[in-house]
T-cell receptor
Framework: SQTIHQWPATLVQPVGSPLSLECTVE??????LYWYRQAAGRGLQLLFY??????ISSEVPQNLSASRPQDRQFILSSKKLLLSDSGFYLC?????????FGPGTRLTVL | AQKITQTQPGMFVQEKEAVTLDCTYD???????LFWYKQPSSGEMIFLIY??????QNATEGRYSLNFQKARKSANLVISASQLGDSAMYFC????????????FGTGTRLQVFP
């Protein structure tokens, strides 16, 4: 069966520090991968999606970036975090009609 | 542009009763998909049900059913026989167009089930 992992589960970072969130998928090959952000009390906003290794599409201009170095690995990064980057970050994968989400990383920028 | 609207910020239902969570959508695409997800307090997004725009039958998954009214552009979620564990945020989402898996989410409805 397919499994999606995210780490860390929670993270507290100071403003201006770098960020690296990792997402890996097991049990499937060549999935479409996604990064979403959920601000407190809000719905999900798509940040990036990838249809293959090295292929990244950005949905929202910001100080975040994404990379896909391997088929089942998706990384969300920032060189300098802003206060507005705080939120709940969810990685997702899809094959066919269904889209499945990881457990999420709760990021607090102070 | 595609849009999902959930007009109920919160809903209450008594255990064992049925509840309907509203969702309307806007799209100019002919082919699209509609999803419902449950988000408990732990934060994970749990896939509940999917309805394709060309599906003639309403989707059902156990206690969940999707009341799909294409002409009205609505895709309401019906939960039958509510349980205390159903208390959570519920999000409606849409995938639109050809060759895309990108989802657009509504703002969610918080459902609280009381004994």
């Amino acid at each position: 069966s397919q499994t999606i992992h995210q780490w860390p589960a929670t993270l507290v970072q100071p403003v201006g520090s770098p960020l690296s969130l990792e997402c890996t998928v097991e049990g499937t090959s060549n999935p479409n991968l996604y990064w979403y952000r959920q601000a407190a009390g809000r719905g999900l906003q798509l940040l990036f999606y990838s249809v293959g290794i090295g292929q990244i599409s950005s949905e929202v201009p910001q100080n975040l970036s994404a990379s896909r170095p391997q088929d089942r690995q998706f990384i969300l990064s920032s060189k300098k975090l802003l206060l507005s980057d705080s939120g709940f970050y969810l990685c997702a994968w899809s094959v066919g009609n269904e889209q499945f989400f990881g457990p999420g990383t709760r990021l607090t920028v102070l | 542009a595609q849009k999902i609207t959930q007009t109920q910020p919160g809903m209450f239902v008594q255990e064992k009763e049925a509840v309907t969570l509203d969702c309307t959508y806007d799209t100019s695409d002919q082919s699209y998909g509609l999803f419902w997800y449950k988000q408990p307090s732990s934060g994970e997004m749990i896939f509940l049900i999917y309805q394709g725009s060309y599906d003639e039958q309403n989707a059902t998954e156990g206690r969940y059913s999707l009341n799909f009214q294409k002409a009205r552009k609505s895709a309401n979620l019906v939960i039958s026989a509510s349980q205390l564990g159903d208390s959570a945020m519920y999000f409606c989402a849409m995938r639109g167009g050809y060759n895309t898996d990108k989802l657009i989410f509504g703002t969610g409805t918080r459902l609280q089930v009381f004994p």
